[in-house]
């Protein structure tokens, strides 16, 4: 026997041996080591796949909230300008009611200042012509007001007053 020779018995146990190693790592080494090295793979390719999945959802995520973001900037320029244009709008009947107000108060004061004048002119009239009586009653060294002639000399005093006052030009 020689090393070109071998003997039966060891071959044939040998090859017995080979192939119960060769089944038993192919029956039960083999997909253990599938499984670890699908487990790996899915842990590897899987999580950037995950992580793939999870960028594209976080965009999608983002764009809408861009979207939202920019819609409710876009509401709050409208509710804005409608604020403005509410106040502007405010301020100006405000504006035109104190303008009314004013129109009022000045008209209002106007016949009240015609009002007063006259009282004071009729007022002023009587004491004017109290103290003219007065004065001329004096100078002359007797009471005028009691004669008649008096009254009438003053009415017809102050109609030529007021015929000059219409006709003169205001300053």
């Known amino acids: 026997m020689g090393p070109l020779t ?3 018995a060891e071959l044939v146990l040998g090859l017995i041996l080979f192939f ?3 089944g038993l790592l192919g029956a039960v080494v083999l997909p253990r080591i599938e499984r670890t090295l699908a487990e790996r793979h899915d842990a590897t390719e899987g999580r950037l796949e995950r992580a ?6 976080a965009l999608r995520i983002y764009h809408e909230y861009q979207a939202e973001l920019a819609g409710a900037r876009h509401e709050a320029a409208r509710i804005r300008q409608r604020a403005a244009e509410e106040g502007a709008a405010l301020v100006a009947a405000v504006r035109a009611e104190g303008q009314r107000q004013r129109e009022e108060l000045v008209a209002a004061a106007a016949v009240q200042l015609a009002a007063d004048r006259v009282v ?8 004017v012509v109290a103290l003219a009586t007065e004065l001329a009653g ?3 060294g007797e009471p005028l007001a009691a004669q008649p ?6 009415d017809a ?3 030529e007053l007021a015929v000059r006052e219409a006709g003169a030009p205001n300053a």
């Open 138 to 140: 004096r100078v002359v």
């Open 20 to 22: 119960a190693v060769f």
């Open 120 to 127: 004071a002119e009729a007022a002023l009239r009587e004491d």
């Open 6 to 8: 071998p003997n039966t």
């Open 157 to 159: 005093f102050f109609a």
């Open 52 to 57: 793939e999945d999870a960028r594209s959802e």
């Open 149 to 154: 002639r008096t009254r009438a000399a003053v």
